[in-house]
């Protein structure tokens, strides 16, 4: 048991935010799980509306009356999933971690947690908007409509490596050697298609996230203010909860610094970065050098 919370507490300790993730959703989904449990098994009708009441506070409401007394739900909808069905959440992790692990690997920790979160809220977003807009969705608001779930989270992070690296193939079950656009198009096509059928909010909610992580990377390639304006907020927001240091009076070695400024002034070229992504196309990312490494993390950096 010790073992257990110690390689817990050093994944959240640790800087891979793919991990936390991934801790993140299957903690909440055993907890809501264990509740659920402890309330099927006492028979307690009191018992089961409070956690029930809990629930429904932490998940999306369709209804902006409603919303706007949990605005936090926009937040916290991502990270929970439904006790009855399992198969939600284990697809949606394999998802997360093949995709997440690509796009940590490309883009960095940061970038990966940075497309899940704001993913995750597009979709709310699209969702709200699409259940008090569009009049077929518009009588569902009053019927206790609600979203929950990281499928939008989980596609916004797989159009987002899609559209950095398209023709980047994986190995798939069935179907042998498949690029990452085609996987991510037919995704997309299967959620626009079924939006007619029992699910349309959470079709809406995938299609929303999907949107996001493609705007973000066009933008990021292309250097556009959107990217910037978003890495720009997260670091702030990262800034109000990041605590302090104290400052601490330190002599640093003047020449090092300097050679250390030239050396990362040394920006790579598109054509050096273009011949790296072909190679991890043809034969994956564990077949580049350390110095490849390097020049792909310093990129990134870049993007």
């Known amino acids: ?8 507490r050093n994944i959240f300790k640790s800087n891979d935010n793919l991990n936390k993730l991934l801790l993140i ?4 989904f055993l907890t809501i799980g264990v509740l659920k449990l402890i309330g ?3 028979q307690s009708p009191a018992y089961v509306f409070v956690v029930d009441t809990i629930v429904e506070k932490v998940s999306l409401p369709a209804s902006f009356s409603e919303f706007i007394y949990q605005p936090w739900s926009l937040f916290s909808y991502m ?3 439904s ?6 959440i284990i697809f949606n992790m394999l998802w997360l971690y093949w995709m997440g692990r690509l796009l940590q690997d490309f883009l960095g920790t940061k970038k990966l947690l940075l497309v899940y979160i704001w993913g995750g809220i597009s979709g709310g977003v699209l ?4 259940y008090n807009f569009i009049p077929v969705f518009v009588t569902s608001v009053f019927s206790k409509t609600y979203v929950i779930g990281a499928s939008g989270a989980v596609l916004a992070v797989m159009t987002a490596i899609a559209t950095l690296v398209p023709n980047y193939e994986i190995q798939m079950f069935l179907f042998g050697r498949v690029k990452l656009k085609w996987i991510a198009i037919v995704m997309i096509a299967i959620d626009f298609l079924m939006i007619n059928g029992g699910n349309a909010g959470g079709h809406i909610t995938h299609l929303g996230g999907a949107l996001f992580g493609y705007l973000y990377v066009y933008n990021l390639k292309n250097k556009t203010f959107l990217g910037d304006a978003l890495d720009n907020f997260w670091n702030w927001i990262k800034k109000i909860f990041k605590p302090k240091k104290k400052s601490k009076f330190t002599v640093k070695n003047t020449t090092t610094i300097y050679y250390k400024a030239e050396m990362e ?3 790579p070229s598109q054509e050096e970065v273009d011949e790296i992504l072909d190679k991890i196309s043809q034969s994956g990312y ?3 050098s350390e110095k490849e490494k390097n020049i792909l993390f310093k990129a990134s950096k870049q993007l």
């Open 127 to 130: 969702f709200l908007l699409a």
């Open 83 to 88: 006790s009855r069905d399992i198969f939600h």
């Open 40 to 42: 099927f098994l006492v």
């Open 79 to 81: 990270f929970l999933h």
């Open 286 to 288: 564990g077949s580049l």
């Open 25 to 28: 959703n299957v903690i909440v």
């Open 265 to 267: 002034d040394d920006e």
């Open 1 to 8: 048991m010790n073992d257990f919370s110690h390689t817990i």
